[in-house]
T-cell receptor, first 114, second 115 residues
Framework: GQQLNQSPQSMFIQEGEDVSMNCTSS?????WLWYKQDPGEGPVLLIA?????ELTSNGRLTAQFGITRKDSFLNISASIPSDVGIYFC??????????????FGQGTILTVHP | DTAVSQTPKYLVTQMGNDKSIKCEQN?????MYWYKQDSKKFLKIMFS???????INETVPNRFSPKSPDKAHLNLHINSLELGDSAVYFC??????????????FGPGTRLTVL
């Protein structure tokens, strides 16, 4: 089956620093999504990407859909303490037997020191 | 207003018991999902329903039986619970299965602990 490798596994940064994380896949996806999960909560969608090469921003967050459709990255600029959490990439393919199921990366645990 | 809700939030039970988790979404979505998150935080799809019809079953043991009485509800019944079933179970919904504009929204999760 499809595998997603997400890196880094964890990051410890100072408030105000920029953060970058990425996901690579063994096969192509036609949708890439980035989620954030806070402790005791469900994943919350941050950014959705639907076209190869697409670059999308949401406030301090920027994500890109890789041109090969096998990778994506997420950048967070000027981190703040509330950015703490686990960030997940997820890929999906519309239609067919996949019917939109999400394949998740292993997650990046982000810790921000004030 | 809660978009995707699950009950209960926590479930502690003995091995061998049967238990159910309920999920409801008020987003008017057609597709609902169950995901399992293990102790290492890895999220994996279990089932998906579209308009009450099962469309994804990811080689989950048949002790797990999802049921969708209508497109706003998706329940998960688990028979003969085992220690390895301990995990957090997430329900999610989307307008339809995949593609632009069909992002999945997740519930708050049900933490199942089997003793």
């Amino acid at each position: 089956g499809q595998q997603l490798n997400q890196s880094p596994q964890s990051m410890f940064i100072q408030e105000g620093e920029d953060v970058s994380m990425n996901c690579t896949s063994s096969s192509i996806f036609n949708t890439w999504l980035w989620y954030k999960q806070d402790p005791g909560e469900g994943p919350v969608l941050l950014i959705a990407l639907y076209k190869a090469g697409e670059l999308t921003s949401n406030g301090r967050l920027t994500a890109q859909f890789g041109i090969t459709r096998k990778d994506s990255f997420l950048n967070i600029s000027a981190s703040i303490p509330s950015d703490v959490g686990i960030y997940f990439c997820a890929g999906s393919n519309a239609g067919g037997t996949s019917y939109g199921k999400l394949t998740f990366g292993q997650g990046t645990i982000l810790t921000v020191h004030p | 207003d809660t978009a995707v809700s699950q009950t209960p939030k926590y479930l502690v039970t003995q091995m061998g018991n049967d238990k159910s988790i309920k999920c409801e979404q008020n987003l008017g979505h057609d597709t609902m999902y169950w995901y399992k998150q293990d102790s290492k935080k890895f999220l994996k799809i279990m089932f998906s329903y579209n308009n009450k019809e099962l469309i994804i079953n990811e080689t989950v043991p048949n002790r797990f039986s999802p049921k969708s009485p209508d497109k706003a509800h998706l329940n998960l019944h688990i028979n003969s619970l085992e220690l390895g079933d301990s995990a957090v179970y997430f329900c999610a919904s989307s307008q339809r299965g995949g593609g632009a504009g069909n992002e999945q929204f997740f519930g708050p999760g049900t933490r199942l602990t089997v003793l």
